[in-house]
């Protein structure tokens, strides 16, 4: 079973930073997208960044010039370092990776997705 473990999240004033990382677990064949997405009280999850297998980085458009997501493809691990952070930012912060079990869904290009279980990150003074 695939599974993924995040962790970095926590309190932290305005304007620091926080460091999340989100680990693939399980048999796989290969991780196509990888991103981070976010969901604030009583507002609906939306997508913070996002990198595919090529490298290429999609962030929103709040989060820009603030944010980097990363990812390591030997260690099935991706990141987001957030920098300047705002009390707008207080979200539970969720993992999302796409990716193929076996071969042959990479070669029809058959994904699966997952999501990690959330890690609260809090922006107060």
């Known amino acids: 079973q695939v599974q993924l473990v995040e962790s970095g999240g926590g309190l932290v004033q305005p304007g620091g930073s926080l460091r999340l990382s989100c680990v693939v677990s399980?048999?796989?064949?290969?991780?196509?997208?990888m991103g981070w997405y976010r969901q604030a009280p009583g507002k609906q999850r939306e997508l913070v960044a996002q990198i595919p297998s090529d490298d290429s980085t999609n962030y929103a458009e709040s989060v820009k010039g603030r944010f980097t997501i990363s990812r390591d493809n030997a260690k099935n691990t991706v990141y987001l370092q957030m920098n300047s952070l705002k009390s707008e930012d207080t979200a539970v912060y969720y993992c999302n990776v796409r990716y193929y079990r076996y071969k042959w869904d990479a070669a029809v290009g058959r994904f699966l997705e997952v999501w990690g279980q959330g890690t609260l990150v809090t922006v107060s003074s």
């Open positions: 399980g048999s796989i064949f290969s991780i196509d997208a």
